[in-house]
């Protein structure tokens, strides 16, 4: 079984620029999951998806963050404009019918 | 609100030694308990879980940890460590029933000198 992709591994953009990052989830898994990772922290998480509808986007910060997940599959999640603040590993997780959730590689981004 | 603490930065063990690492949790209900690895520039490996049931739960590569109510506790234990077990570990709880997010830990680093 394939896992969880993720595009791309590591991006590198100026402030106020914007990024895309692309998620895959496990085949058939209908909630899709992303989190920010901050260096030295536990994984936050930013939106939760069950098939293409938003279960919560309560700590994503609305003014510069979005996400969409078109046709329950794939998700984007895009920011615009980046801030310094915003540099962290960004994960992608999928589950299924059990509670434990699966996790992408995850994307590396510097914010400069 | 649902929270878990990992009260340790660090654990440092000798390869063949028991180990373990600790996590706290406060919840509202029943907790749905979960213990997560990351190694470096990789994502999150699902360990275990505690759902209900056994309060010793077994899980992937010979980890184990232990449902404890009175204490709030949900320890990972190995009886044998191995170098390759060195890691970054994270305890995490279900949130609230609405949603399924993953609540986390600060994280413990587990180091296996052999």
């Known amino acids: 079984e394939a896992g969880v992709a993720q595009s791309p591994r590591y991006k590198i953009i100026e402030k106020r620029q914007s990024v895309a990052f692309w998620c895959n989830p496990i085949?058939?898994?209908?909630?899709l999951y992303w989190y920010q990772q901050i260096l030295g922290q536990g994984p936050k998480l930013l939106i939760q998806?069950?098939?293409?509808?938003?279960?919560?986007d309560s700590q994503l910060p609305k003014d510069r963050f979005s996400a969409e997940r078109l046709k329950g599959v794939d998700s984007t999640l895009k920011i615009q404009p980046a801030k310094l603040e915003d540099s962290a590993v960004y994960l992608c997780?999928?589950?299924?019918?059990?509670?434990?959730?699966?996790f992408g590689p995850g994307t590396r981004l510097t914010v400069t | 609100a649902q929270s878990v603490a990992q009260p340790e930065d660090q654990v440092n063990v000798a390869e063949g030694n028991p180990l373990t690492v600790k996590c706290t949790y406060s919840?509202?209900?029943?907790?749905?308990l979960f213990w997560y690895v990351q190694y470096p520039n990789r994502g999150l490996q699902f360990l275990l879980k505690?759902?209900?049931?056994?309060?010793l739960v077994k899980g992937s590569y010979g980890f184990e940890a232990e449902f404890n109510k009175s204490q709030t506790s949900f320890h990972l234990k190995k009886p044998s460590a191995l170098v390759s077990d060195s890691a970054l570990y994270f305890c995490?709880?279900?949130?609230?029933?609405?949603?399924?997010?993953?609540?986390f830990g600060q994280g413990t680093t587990l180091q296996v000198k052999p």
């Open positions: 997780a999928s589950s299924g019918i059990g509670y434990e959730q699966y």
């Open positions: 085949s058939g898994h209908a909630t």
């Open positions: 998806f069950q098939n293409n509808g938003v279960v919560d």
């Open positions: 919840v509202s209900g029943n907790p749905y």
């Open positions: 505690y759902i209900t049931g056994d309060n």
């Open positions: 995490a709880v279900r949130g609230p029933s609405n949603t399924g997010k993953l609540i």
